[in-house]
T-cell receptor, first 112, second 107 residues
Framework: KAGVTQTPRYLIKTRGQQVTLSCSPI?????VSWYQQTPGQGLQFLFEYFSETQRNKGNFPGRFSGRQFSNSRSEMNVSTLELGDSALYLCASSLVLVHEQFFGPGTRLTVL | GIQVEQSPPDLILQEGANSTLRCNFS?????LQWFHQNPWGQLINLFYIPSGTKQNGRLSATTVATERYSLLYISSSQTTDSGVYFCAVGRDDKIIFGKGTRLHILP
């Protein structure tokens, strides 16, 4: 069974731009979660989607948004990028909510 | 909300040594996972262990849910074991990660 895939793997943007990251979960998994990882803040939960509905949201500004499609693939969008948004963005999939999670390789975003 | 504390925060060992990493959580949980994050950032599943003991090669884990802690044992460490080890607990529609233990295995 193929693992979780994330695209793109690396991204360089400038302040003020917006970015969209994509995550394809393991086949059959219906829950997708997003995390931001920075050296200073560790792993921080962004949001979780299940059956195309956002079920949980972390403490991030409204510039961070996401969605899930009927095939369980998910995208997250960050608008009006700031330098502090530079981070590794990780996506995880699980069969159902709050269950064993499997992570993708991450997207490393650099904001200049 | 639930607090998850991992100890020690940093650990430096010689190749071949054994180690024990600890994860304490402040309230009852539905599940618990251990992950290893390699130098490239990939989080690799080690154990899904809400309770009891599991073993996989040189690694084993024990969760004592009633006492709110879990232990990860690494025996005969290898340099490839270096990285950050995270524990994550699940409860009430949320998964909470600890801050991790950074392990350095010296050749």
């Amino acid at each position: 069974k193929a693992g979780v895939t994330q695209t793109p793997r690396y991204l360089i943007k400038t302040r003020g731009q917006q970015v969209t990251l994509s995550c394809s979960p393991i086949s059959g998994h219906r829950s997708v979660s997003w995390y931001q990882q920075t050296p200073g803040q560790g792993l921080q939960f962004l949001f979780e989607y299940f059956s195309e509905t956002q079920r949980n949201k972390g403490n991030f500004p409204g510039r961070f948004s996401g969605r899930q499609f009927s095939n369980s693939r998910s995208e997250m969008n960050v608008s009006t990028l700031e330098l502090g948004d530079s981070a590794l963005y990780l996506c995880a999939s699980s069969l159902v909510l709050v269950h064993e999670q499997f992570f993708g390789p991450g997207t490393r975003l650099t904001v200049l | 909300g639930i607090q998850v504390e991992q100890s020690p925060p940093d650990l430096i060992l010689q190749e071949g040594a054994n180690s024990t990493l600890r994860c304490n959580f402040s309230d009852s949980v539905n599940n618990l996972q251990w992950f290893h994050q390699n130098p490239w950032g990939q989080l690799i599943n080690l154990f899904y262990i809400p309770s009891g003991t599991k073993q996989n090669g040189r690694l084993s884990a024990t969760t004592v849910a009633t006492e709110r802690y879990s232990l990860l044992y690494i025996s005969s460490s290898q340099t490839t074991d270096s990285g950050v080890y995270f524990c994550a607990v699940g409860r009430d529609d949320k998964i909470i990660f600890g801050k991790g233990t950074r392990l350095h295995i010296l050749p």
